[in-house]
């Protein structure tokens, strides 16, 4: 009787015997590839320092002495003082002039976005020729500048005696904004599917119960966007409130920091806090909106 001779289980098996696997050699289009990733980093980093130095600049001058920056203005610092800017908050009124300026930007911002959400709703859902028209002039709003204007509406504003009063200034940033803010609701609300309208008005709602309780409430990103965009511009904005408001407790924030601002000589130690401060508000506003603004940017760019 013959013994059968069982093959050796599995884990006993040799494995079989491969080649070994050739070493990656890096191809032309691989190299050019990383090539390109460490310029377009180095250029990145190149661009975050041109934007940061200026503004390091800017808060190392302004808590450094008169006698400090006349010694080496572009040199280590050697002491610091908050004198700076307590000079500058007192000079330039700070406290009445950020009121004048809070309460200019907001009465703006709230007269923008409801007329501009209020326009663009029938804008966006009226696809006859005369809205498309009334778009493009509204589009064609956003490249008048307000230089080009200032002389017909000092006229206008003086007819309606509305020189010198914070409403005349307000209406217009609402006339100088609202070609934005209809450009801004007007593709957002295109992206908005009209099903949900359709629902709507199946249930009895009219134009403006359906415009109120449904498209409003989805409106809130790039309303967020948008004030962000608003806000900063009237704030920063110099040539409105210098022109129009003559009343010294009046004046805006950026115009008394402007008159800081001398042709034959400029004091950084006084002008550089007089504009930090100027602009304080406004890294709040962002910091506050941020995360709104790139939910908005992020909505109005993928279409439902």
Not at 96 to 108: K, M, Q
Not at 199 to 225: H, K, Q, W, Y
């Amino acid at each position: 009787m013959t013994s059968k001779t069982l093959p050796p289980p599995a884990a006993q098996r040799s494995a079989p015997h491969l080649p070994p696997a050739p070493a990656k050699s890096s191809t032309p289009g691989t190299r050019w590839r990383r090539t390109v990733g460490g310029l377009g980093t180095a250029l990145l980093c190149l661009g975050v320092l041109v934007f940061v130095l200026p503004f390091l600049f800017t808060i190392v001058t302004s808590l450094r002495s008169a006698a400090d920056v006349a010694r080496a203005p572009l040199g280590v610092p050697h002491t610091f003082t908050l004198k700076n800017f307590s000079d500058a908050f007192s000079q330039i009124h700070y406290g009445r002039s950020a009121l004048n300026t809070l309460l200019i930007t907001g009465l703006s911002c709230l007269s923008i976005t409801v007329i501009g959400s209020l326009a663009s709703y029938p804008l966006a859902r009226i696809t006859q020729g005369w809205s498309t028209w009334v778009y493009r002039l509204f589009i064609l709003g956003t490249s008048v500048p307000v230089f080009v204007v200032v002389a017909p509406l000092y006229l206008l504003m003086r007819d309606l005696n509305l020189l010198d009063n914070y409403a005349g200034v307000v209406f217009i940033y609402t006339a100088m904004f609202l070609p934005v803010a209809v450009f801004f609701y007007t593709s957002f609300i295109r992206s908005i599917p009209m099903d949900i309208e359709e629902a709507a008005a199946l249930d009895g709602c009219g134009a403006f119960r359906t415009f109120f309780t449904i498209i409003l409430p989805l409106l809130r990103p790039i309303t967020s966007t948008l004030l962000t965009f608003i806000s900063l511009q009237v704030w920063n904005d110099l040539i409105v409130p210098l022109v129009f408001l003559q009343d010294p407790d009046k004046r805006t924030v950026m115009v008394n920091a402007y008159s800081f601002i001398d042709p034959h000589t400029v004091q950084p130690t006084t002008l550089f806090p007089a504009a930090l401060l100027g602009v304080a508000p406004l890294f709040l506003i962002f910091i506050f909106l941020q995360r709104h603004v790139v939910a908005g940017m992020s909505a109005g760019a993928v279409k439902s």
